[in-house]
């Protein structure tokens, strides 16, 4: 066994402390090729500081030899030492060979500094030198992709797909069934993902299926796919709601909510599942359980409206209009805010016979709701109480122009006009 050899083994047990004086030893020992290729090993396995010695060594040796300049490049990127990286990497001309690579190198650099537009240009640059090189197409695609540009990427990702299944360890359907799904282009991404999960079958790729079946509305793929999820990995908390909302979604509304409590015994701090849970038990005709799911939910955050709007509502039907007020009048204190509290908070103050503060809490509303029937309908009832007649009539008339079939509000406007 060489020494190369035997340096690559203890550094592949983790045996580095009897590594390093083999090291130190073929530094000084072995010839040039020798220490390019222990470099490149030592390189692969993170021993940045070690390679780098050796090939800036062998830059001083060879001064034209542009690989050696390359490496070293690549080197200074992972020790995070980005100028002496952009100082070789642009001095690099267009006619040189390692041009691209340069190019590629200089991309990943910019962009790590958050400079994509620079890093764009670069690698634009590289695919108009060579339009039809993958590990361009694919850094193109890799980059749009990073910055949320998915229409850019998948454009990419095909030109990559014509010639390319895998690149640089990445399964190109795989990328294009994530951004097509991110895109909203939930139907074209499903073929995708089917020839992803004939290659893996993992816990992202099966999510990934089943979230794009649920979104295009194939309910019963979703539900196929995310139970085998739950068979892979009972803890990938995500999949329950989408499960149980295909459920739903497919008229079976007991095994929803039995999914649903099946992932809150996973997580039980997960609000999304209490507030689904809440809502599917008030279907179920069970007000305490739902009161319970939705109470704990807006305990982990105030600031979930639709939570506190579903338990005003609970509470608005148990006639509990001081736990009402006092609910969505904390929230409001706390800073957050939704004009459906308001409305709420107008209905409760009404049934408490407060009335100018629910006058006040109707008028408020009335800017967001002035285009919904039911709430004109409510404030327009509400200010005939009060003896608002004028106002009222404003109301019931602005129902009639929404819906002019609105016979009962069409009467109400003609016993104000009288």
Request: hydrophobic share 40%; glycine share 4%.
């Amino acid at each position: 066994m060489n020494r190369i050899d035997q340096i690559v083994q203890l550094v592949e047990r983790g045996d580095i402390e009897r590594a390093l004086p083999l090291i130190s030893k073929a530094k000084k020992e072995a010839n040039d090729d020798e220490k390019y290729m222990l470099a490149d090993y030592l390189f692969s396995f993170g021993m940045l500081e070690e390679a780098r010695a050796i090939v800036e060594e062998l830059v001083q040796r060879y001064p034209d030899e542009g690989e050696l300049f390359i490496f070293l490049a690549e080197i200074y990127t992972e020790l995070e030492e980005d100028e002496k990286a952009l100082a070789i990497l642009t001095d690099i001309d267009e006619e040189d060979p390692l041009f691209l690579r340069a190019c590629l190198l200089l991309a990943d650099l910019y962009q790590i500094q958050g400079l994509e537009e620079v890093s764009e240009q670069k690698l634009l640059k590289a695919y108009e030198k060579a339009p039809n090189e993958p590990i361009i197409e694919f850094a193109l695609a890799e980059l749009y992709f990073a910055t949320g540009q998915y229409g850019k990427s998948i454009s990419f990702y095909k030109k990559v797909l014509e010639r390319e299944t895998t690149v640089a360890g990445t399964f190109i359907p795989e990328r294009l069934a994530e951004a097509l799904s991110l895109l909203g282009e939930f139907e074209q991404a499903l073929p995708y993902y089917e020839q992803t999960i004939e290659k893996k079958m993992d816990s992202h790729t099966l999510f990934g299926y089943g979230f794009t079946a649920f979104q295009a509305e194939y309910y019963q793929t979703a539900i196929e796919k995310l139970t085998q999820l739950k068979e892979l990995d009972r803890d990938y908390v995500p999949l329950y709601l989408y499960l149980a909302k295909a459920y739903e979604h497919e008229g079976d509304v007991t095994k929803s909510y039995e999914i649903a409590k099946e992932g809150l015994l996973v997580d039980e701090w997960n609000k999304e599942l209490l507030f689904y849970a809440g809502k599917i038990a008030l279907k179920l005709g069970n007000e305490e359980e739902a009161e319970t799911y939705l109470q704990k939910a807006v305990d982990i955050d105030l600031g979930y409206v639709e939570a506190l709007v579903a338990l005003a509502s609970v509470w608005m039907h148990q006639e509990r209009y001081e736990d009402v007020v006092r609910c969505l009048q904390y929230a409001i204190d706390q800073g957050e805010y939704d004009p459906q509290l308001e409305w709420y908070l107008a209905r409760a103050k009404h049934k408490l016979e407060m009335y100018s503060d629910a006058l006040n809490h109707y008028q408020e509303a009335y800017t967001f709701f002035k285009n919904d029937v039911s709430f004109l309908e409510e404030y327009g009832y509400f200010l005939i109480e009060e003896g608002d007649r004028e106002r009222a009539k404003a109301m019931f008339a602005q129902i009639v122009r929404l819906d002019p079939a609105n016979t009962e509000a069409a009467q109400m406007l003609l016993q104000l006009e009288e």
